[in-house]
């Protein structure tokens, strides 16, 4: 039960006030419904922030954390790519509500930007407080922050930033309606600049098992060592524990992600002019 709610002006503000018992407050999408899996007393309001603004500087746009999924859906300068998995949530009234940056901070085994942002080796701003309790800012990759989950626990996102943009970024995603939780997301991206898929990064987020790269089939992509999309199948989900559950058995799950990477792999190689030869 929520029995303080605080707002601040600052994001350093915000930080000097959270305490095990608080938890940030963006556009209330999880904290605030029914079943919720964030349970705190006190909440921290950001919504006087400032962060809900959409900037392009040369070929770079930043994203503020406050933005919501239909404001990033409704602005020119956001890519297609993200826009594709902003309309994961199919739901106009949530797409009001929920924002760029509480998607990405709940790290969702559902989540529907977090495997496409990685995909797009997309940066993070984040706030902190040093050891001293200075205030500090950061800018770092998506990976890091998904990576050592931990050690950004108590890191507030200012914002994404998306300065790739003749990256090649495809997302697919399968649930049983368009407001089911989904069994599994999925995003391919590759450098295909130079004519060959590099700089691979393949992310899911797979209902029971977390939000996990395929790192294996990133570095065979890469390497070339496929003749074809298909050989992809074998290699995806090979180290992944995945779960029965009410989105699907745990041998549908590993069937979904080998082929939604075989047909994004595929997509990739069309992107290059190479059909199905790699």
């Not at 992600?257 to 595929?266: I, N, S």
Request: hydrophobic share 45%; proline share 2%.
């Amino acid at each position: 039960m929520i029995t303080e709610f605080i707002t601040v002006t600052s994001a350093g503000q915000a930080l000097h006030g959270a305490r095990e018992d608080s938890a940030f407050l963006a556009g209330g999408t999880e904290i605030l419904r029914l079943g919720s899996s964030v349970s705190r007393a006190r909440m921290i309001d950001l919504k006087g922030l400032g962060l809900d603004t959409i900037s392009v500087e040369n070929q770079s746009v930043t994203i503020g954390a406050m933005v919501t999924f239909q404001q990033a859906l409704e602005h020119d300068a956001v890519p297609g790519y993200l826009k594709e998995a902003l309309r994961f949530c199919a739901s106009r009234t949530r797409r009001n509500m929920a924002t760029i940056g509480g998607n990405i901070a709940l790290v969702r085994d559902d989540s529907y930007l977090l495997p496409t942002l990685v995909a797009a080796k997309a940066r993070l701003v984040l706030a902190d407080l040093a050891t001293d309790g200075s205030y500090v800012e950061e800018n770092i990759p998506i990976r890091e922050y998904h990576s050592f989950r931990d050690h950004f626990s108590g890191s507030l996102i200012l914002g994404i930033i998306l300065n790739k943009p003749q990256r090649f970024v495809a997302s697919s995603r399968f649930s049983r309606t368009a407001q089911s939780p989904a069994a599994i997301t999925v995003s391919f991206g590759a450098d295909i600049s130079s004519g060959e898929p590099h700089d691979v990064r393949i992310c899911a987020a797979i209902k029971g098992s977390g939000v996990v790269r395929l790192l294996q089939v990133e570095q065979s992509v890469a390497s070339g060592h496929y003749r074809n999309a298909d050989d992809a199948v074998a290699l995806a989900g090979a180290d992944i524990l995945f779960a029965d559950d009410s989105t699907g058995s745990a041998g549908y799950k590993r069937y979904l992600l080998g082929t939604a990477v075989a047909d994004l792999f595929r997509c990739c190689l069309a992107a290059m002019g190479k059909g199905e030869s790699v």
